[in-house]
């Protein structure tokens, strides 16, 4: 039982986030401008600003963000 709680209260999975809370830990973490989030097969994507640059960002179910070209 305190396994399972244990790991309940671990970090939420992207999939389990609104988009409202996406958008709030990405901006969290240094993004800006976030847009066009999608659910998609390689996970969540989305487009942000980041230090003045265009990124576009692939969050994965374990909630890890990544930035892809």
Known sequence: MILALAIAG???PAY??????LVAK??????AQVTDV???????TAKAMKNGK???LVIDSSG???ERD
């Open 54 to 56: 265009p990124v576009r």
């Open 16 to 21: 389990a986030l609104t988009q409202d809370e």
């Open 64 to 66: 890890q963000v990544k």
């Open 38 to 44: 999608k659910s998609t097969a390689e996970g969540t």
């Open 26 to 31: 990405l901006q969290a973490a240094g993004y």
């Open 10 to 12: 671990g970090a939420l």
